[in-house]
């Protein structure tokens, strides 16, 4: 369930007016839905209450402090994937023991920190960041807790950009290496093997790609839990969710809301192809969703600043630009795009939706068919909420956009738009 909808012609989060928020904050600005993050969280948390499981949300989709507070009070973990992050988590009031640490490329420092704040386990992706995190536990006097993360070799049909669980990608050890690595660790006087970690890509929108991936390394977890009592597998993030749906006009319709499920992605066919070849293994689960839980529950609102026709093209020149969403650019992600108040004649057209930064990938729809736009309209770019702000830069020197969190019938400014000033700051004269 999302918490958009039309009620009385206006684009509403919840029971907020997205115009309100608007006049209010200005635009380009992210908004955010506290309910449907918490509504998509506790699906999936009760699909898979069957297991001995702990929900580790990826923070990096969405680092806002105020979701992860949500998202901590509903009594999740965090999976990180760099100092800065474990920062954020703690700064929200998250426990690091709840706290995966993943990437290829940790830092001395930053292992430092994850080891001295406890986290749940280091997600480990080499060798030679296996010894250096042995080096660092020893001069701690501490153990630290590793997963290896395994490469299981399988196609998720997803975008090339974001498959991460093939031989081809730089990420996780191949299985047939990763016995003799695991006998390794094992050997290690500062390390403790704790479990095995996977991630097989995002935006995967069938259950199939993670039952082959458990299938293929069952009976690796299940000769690693009797050598080593390992206690926990990761099956790592990566539920897809809806980008491409036709909106619910008037009638006070959620929008997109088919049947109550959330996503493209089921969460009831994910638990069937995931909690019984699990449950057999007998040790705790982890998953670590991003864009499930975040993706849809933000949109970004944008105000048509100019109208221009060249030739048989029309162009909608917004306030919004790639350095506030990428996206669209980087992926060739589609994005559903809805006029905050709704025409009460709607007029035919289609239409480019591009931002105004000097680049010809600066757009948001191409040759989108949708009713007539004009300056001054306001636009809800949906489905934002995941690697939307956090990937955010500062391109053409344009101060990154706010962000407001709604719940209910009040919404909060959670980040304040960048002044002119902002953009300046910390940049050294020489002379
Ligand atoms: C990015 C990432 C995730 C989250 O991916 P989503 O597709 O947003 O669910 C989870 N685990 C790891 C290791 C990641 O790198």
């Not at 917004?318 to 994005?335: C, E, F, K, T």
């Not at 956009?401 to 400014?413: C, H, I, Q, S, T």
Request: hydrophobic fraction near 40%.
């Amino acid at each position: 369930m999302h918490f958009f909808r039309y009620r009385d012609h206006k684009l509403h989060c919840e029971d907020v007016d997205l115009e309100q928020v608007a006049d209010r904050v200005g635009t380009p600005t992210y908004v955010y839905s506290a309910t449907t993050i918490l509504d998509h969280y506790s699906r999936l948390d009760a699909a898979l209450a069957p297991i001995d499981h702990l929900i580790c949300y990826a923070v990096k989709a969405n680092s806002n402090r105020a979701i992860l507070k949500l998202l901590a009070n509903a009594g999740a973990g965090f999976d990180i994937v760099s100092g800065g992050e474990l920062f954020r988590v703690l700064a929200a009031g998250g426990a690091p023991a709840k706290c995966t640490f993943a990437g290829v490329g940790k830092s001395r420092e930053e292992i430092d920190y994850a080891l001295e704040h406890g986290v749940f386990s280091l997600n480990v992706e080499s060798e030679a960041e296996l010894d250096q995190i042995d080096r660092i536990a020893a001069e701690k006097s501490l153990c630290a807790p590793i997963a290896l993360r395994v490469n299981p070799d399988v196609d998720p049909h997803t975008h090339a950009y974001i498959a991460t669980g093939s031989h081809e990608n730089k990420f996780g050890i191949a299985l047939y290496q990763i016995g003799a690595v695991y006998a390794r660790a094992a050997g290690m006087a500062n390390i403790r093997v704790a479990g095995v970690q996977m991630h097989i890509g995002s935006q995967i929108t069938e259950a199939q790609p993670f039952a082959n991936a458990i299938e293929k390394v069952a009976p690796l977890l299940r000769e690693l839990k009797s050598k080593y009592g390992i206690k926990f597998f990761s099956i790592g993030g990566g539920m897809g969710i809806i980008y491409q749906r036709a909106l619910e006009s008037g009638s006070g319709k959620w929008w997109h809301d088919h049947g109550g499920e959330p996503s493209a992605f089921s969460v009831s066919d994910y638990a069937d192809a995931i909690v019984p070849p699990l449950r057999d293994l007998g040790i705790q689960v982890l998953l670590e969703p991003g864009r499930f839980l975040v993706g849809n529950a933000g949109v970004l609102l944008t105000r048509v600043r100019y109208i221009k026709q060249t030739g048989s093209k029309k162009f909608a020149v917004v306030d919004a630009g790639m350095n506030d969403l990428i996206r669209p650019a980087l992926y060739q992600s589609y994005h559903e795009i809805a006029p905050v108040i709704e025409p009460n004649k709607s007029k035919p057209d289609k239409v480019d939706i591009v931002g105004p930064v000097c680049e010809s990938g600066d757009f948001f729809a191409l040759d989108r068919e949708m009713s007539e736009l004009h300056e001054g309209d306001l636009l809800a770019i949906m489905s934002v909420g995941a690697y939307g702000f956090v990937m955010a830069s500062n391109y053409n020197s344009r101060p990154l956009p706010a962000e407001v969190l709604v719940r209910g019938d009040k919404f909060a400014l959670i980040r304040k738009r960048q002044t002119w000033e902002d953009l300046a700051r910390g940049e050294i004269d020489p002379l």
